[in-house]
């Protein structure tokens, strides 16, 4: 069954699949204080999620992006990967992570045939690094993209900016771009949970920026991954520059996702809490309960986000290391 579409008419092929609600960073727009622990129970097995994500192949579902929390401090993160990789109908398996702990993983994510990494990255100032997450592990991050380079696995970085802390690390984001194969993405800070306390940089700026500094930019026609970035190419580059303007330049014409989270909620959309709770369908429903759910969760996406608009709107009180990004 191909091209699933939501009452919208967008086409649903993809699912963003959170592991695990715990980071081992404490990035300050997202988890400052840590969150409160799960007991164990209450968090999905693996097997229970290559089992969400195999009735989802089943109506739909193309590509499934591996999120967390942070992905790789879940114990058997390959092991799912390699079984999500075996499910016929699914194309493409990424995943996003911090960087801190890829190197030691960069062979048997090339193993497993991984198709993408994205590292969130956002700054190349140790001091800033430890500022902004709470963890003086820049080194790490980038041992992690230097392994993933070796290994040839499509990359991209990931940074969010915030007024008077990085809001000028675009510069030096971006040059990684220059002579590396690599793609430097810049998302607009979302007001969800903690992010709520910061200020959105608009990707507006950021291009009249980088305009100012290498001249006309040229506008990448094609698609270069799932979701909702816009590319410009600067003559001389490698990798392109991205962005991800949910909130300057909403996009949700084109959301082409659902979200799963580590607990097992089902969410049409990031910025509301409605959700569908998968958890007792895989543990004790049929395959066809689950996909019932599924397309429920596809059938109940609401038209777009309210990001951009008054914040009591916003229902979603979780933060974003809960749900996944
Ligand atoms: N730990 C993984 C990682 O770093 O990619 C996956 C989870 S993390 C929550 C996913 C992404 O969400 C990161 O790139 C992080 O910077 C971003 N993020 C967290 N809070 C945000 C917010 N309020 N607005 C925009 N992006 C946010």
């Known amino acids: 069954m191909t091209n699933r579409t939501d009452p919208y008419g967008r086409s649903i092929d993809y699912m963003r699949v959170s592991i695990i609600d715990r980071c081992n960073l404490r990035c300050r727009y997202c988890i400052p204080e840590g969150i409160e622990w799960l007991p164990p129970n209450e968090i999905l097995t ?32 390959m092991d799912l990967i390699h079984m999500i ?10 995943l996003t992570t911090n960087g801190t702990l890829l190197a030691s993983y960069a062979k048997r994510l090339h193993q497993e045939g991984l198709d993408a990494v994205n590292v969130s990255l956002d700054t190349l100032n140790r001091e800033k690094y430890a500022k902004i997450t709470g963890y003086d592990g820049l080194a790490d991050a ?6 993933i380079e070796k290994y ?17 690390d675009w510069q030096e984001l971006a040059q990684m771009a220059k002579d590396r194969n690599i793609n430097v993405r810049f ?3 979302m007001p969800i949970g903690h992010g709520k306390q910061f200020e959105s940089i608009s990707n507006e700026d950021i291009l009249a920026k980088i305009q100012a500094r290498y ?4 506008k990448v026609q094609k698609s ?13 580059f490698r990798g392109d520059i991205g962005f991800i303007s949910a909130i300057h330049g909403k996009f ?19 910025c509301y809490e409605d959700h569908i709770s998968l958890k007792e369908a895989i543990r004790g429903g049929s395959p066809e309960e689950v996909q019932r759910l599924l397309l429920a969760a596809i059938d109940q996406k609401p038209a777009g986000h309210c990001f951009n608009q008054n914040q009591e709107m916003i229902t979603e009180k979780q933060e974003m290391a809960q749900i996944g990004g």
């Open 215 to 218: 001249g006309p930019v040229e």
């Open 85 to 94: 990789k075996s499910i016929p109908d699914i194309e493409q398996v990424t």
């Open 252 to 270: 949700c014409h084109a959301c082409n996702r659902i979200r799963l989270t580590a607990t097992g909620q089902l969410k049409p959309c990031l």
């Open 224 to 236: 270069l991954g799932n979701g909702p970035a816009s590319y410009i190419h600067i003559p001389g």
């Open 187 to 189: 998302i607009e800070m």
């Open 46 to 77: 693996l097997e229970e999620i290559a089992g969400i994500c195999r009735q989802a192949a089943a109506i739909g579902i193309r590509k499934i992006k591996i999120t967390g929390g942070e992905p790789l401090i879940r114990k058997g993160c």
């Open 142 to 147: 980038l041992s992690g993209i230097s392994e």
């Open 152 to 168: 040839k696995i499509p990359l991209k970085i990931n940074s969010v900016l915030q007024r008077g802390v990085n809001d000028e």
